[in-house]
């Protein structure tokens, strides 16, 4: 298959708000695919590609040759050459990445071109995420939606299983959960307080008696397998980093079973045991230690739920029944907190406590849901207390893929007094944007552009904007050693000047 056929599809993608017609789309190119390319072009229509690094950044693609004039590349190629890409490594392999990006663009198309750099860069914007693809696989394939969705959450994604859905529903019941083989996690919604949370998970269990709240560590979600002495561990993404986690493995090699599947969180814990920034568990477990600060503390793992043990799959049992052997089996002292009832105000009071004790919110959980990996449903309701601060925009970045021809991602600065532009960047974000907002925000940033690389669009520092953030965490990137953590727009303060805007010293007491 040729990458134009994909890189339209994207486009036309992108180019529709229907659900319907973006499965219809993506459905109609995998069944052109062969056999070879159904799982390339599952992971590349999710934006992805199947090399989770490259060494391919903005800079390596800022001077691209001129592009070609007739489409000759195929899936296969590209695939191979982001390949070849990633196994470089050691002195030279800049130039020779540089070289290979070079090599590989020159033989794509204007359009082409625009579309891998999107690609390499994580930045496609197409409203295609892996549900959709996932559904659009099912359809193409031709085979029950359920069947897809449960043998993606096992297999760990839609491309793992195209094949399989193309062989038909038996080849896709045969996939199961494999200890060893990290599955989709299970992920919660949202909701502004405890009360509406629980309502949430009322109306999504039918009833309004038991539930469950537990403790949101602000850490890193992993996934434990063992197999006898065999360990791995899994991040969200489903990295494996159980190298970096040795103390994870100890204790999870020293629980009384043989076969097992744990989810959780690891932390890292400072000496007094409340845990530290997101950013430090981050950088901490990215490494395996940091410099002499690894000695300050330890990564403590907190699990919340049993997936599998010694031979049983608990993924369709009750979260009831899946809790109760998890008390079994592990120790308090690496369980998360968890309080149940039927009193909201009670459970009010316990995500009080949790706030109190360092940690970043709660989750509301249905005590009879099943576990649905991947999925966000109304089984698990997170309630997280939400900041804002009036912002300035500095510059804003041209849109991609189907916000292409306006002005979007937005770089946000705090006043800073100590700078010499009189502001300090904490991030940047595109998160809440609407069509009429990205509509005004395009013709209000031209009004106040200074320059225009091809790229960014750097302003006069006189909007003001009203930004919501989960938390804030220490940054080497940002000249203020902080960036915000999930920004996102709540609206354009049209009644505040620049002089108005929160400072810089604002956002450290935050921190």
Request: net charge negative; hydrophobic share 45%; proline share 4%.
């Amino acid at each position: 298959m040729l990458l134009r056929e994909l890189v339209a599809c994207s486009g036309a993608v992108a180019a529709t708000r229907s659900r319907t017609a973006k499965i219809g789309l993506i459905a109609d190119l995998l069944r052109q695919a062969s056999p070879d390319e159904r799982a390339l072009a599952v992971l590349l229509l999710s934006g992805r590609l199947r090399q989770r690094r490259t060494g391919v950044g903005w800079r390596t693609l800022v001077d691209l040759p001129p592009p070609a004039t007739e489409p000759a590349l195929d899936l296969l190629t590209v695939d191979a050459a982001f390949e070849a890409m990633a196994g470089l490594s050691g002195p030279g392999s800049a130039t020779a990445r540089g070289t290979a990006v070079a090599a590989l663009f020159a033989r794509a198309t204007a359009d082409e071109q625009a579309w891998l750099r999107a690609v390499a860069t994580g930045a496609v914007r197409q409203g295609a995420l892996d549900s959709v693809v996932t559904d659009a696989l099912a359809r193409a394939a031709d085979v029950p939606l359920t069947a897809v969705r449960r043998a993606a959450m096992l297999a760990g994604g839609a491309a793992p299983i195209a094949e399989s859905a193309f062989a038909g529903a038996d080849a896709l019941a045969a996939i199961g959960l494999s200890v060893g083989r990290p599955v989709l996690p299970m992920l919660a919604s949202s909701a502004p307080d405890v009360a509406s949370a629980v309502l949430k998970v009322a109306r999504a269990a039918g009833d309004g008696g038991q539930f469950a709240v537990d403790a949101k560590l602000d850490g890193i979600r992993i996934q434990v397998h063992r197999a006898g002495d065999e360990v791995v561990i899994a991040t969200r993404s489903l990295d494996v980093i159980t190298d970096r986690l040795p103390e994870v493995v100890e204790i999870v090699r020293a629980l009384p079973a043989e076969r097992l599947v744990l989810d959780g969180e690891a932390m890292w814990l400072a000496d007094d045991g409340r845990p530290r920034a997101f950013q430090e568990t981050a950088a901490r477990t990215a490494s395996g230690a940091v410099g002499a600060d690894a000695q300050a503390g330890h990564v403590t793992p907190y699990f919340f739920d049993l997936l599998h043990l010694d031979g049983t799959d608990l993924l369709d049992r009750p979260a009831y029944e899946r809790w109760s052997a998890l008390e079994a089996l592990v120790a308090a002292e690496h369980r998360v907190r968890r309080w149940h009832g039927t009193d909201a105000a009670a459970a009010d009071s316990f995500a009080r406590e949790v706030l109190a004790a360092g940690h970043e919110g709660v989750v509301v959980k249905d005590p009879e849901a099943l576990y649905e990996a991947g999925r966000r449903g109304s089984s698990w309701v997170k309630v997280k207390p939400v900041h804002t601060l009036d912002l300035v925009v500095l510059a804003v970045e041209h849109g991609s893929g189907r916000r292409r021809g306006w002005l979007s991602n937005i770089h946000l600065g705090a006043r800073d007094p100590d700078s010499p532009t009189g502001f300090t960047m904490l991030g940047k974000t595109f998160k809440g944007m609407t069509d009429a907002m990205l509509t005004w925000q395009t013709e209000r940033f031209r009004e106040l552009e200074v320059a225009d690389d091809g790229w960014v669009v750097t302003v006069r520092p006189e909007q003001v904007v009203e930004i919501a953030f989960d938390g804030l965490q220490r940054s080497t990137r940002y000249p203020g050693g902080l960036a915000l953590r999930f920004a996102r727009v709540v609206g354009y303060r049209e009644d505040k000047t620049a002089a108005e805007a929160d400072t810089i010293e604002t956002v450290r007491a935050l921190a």
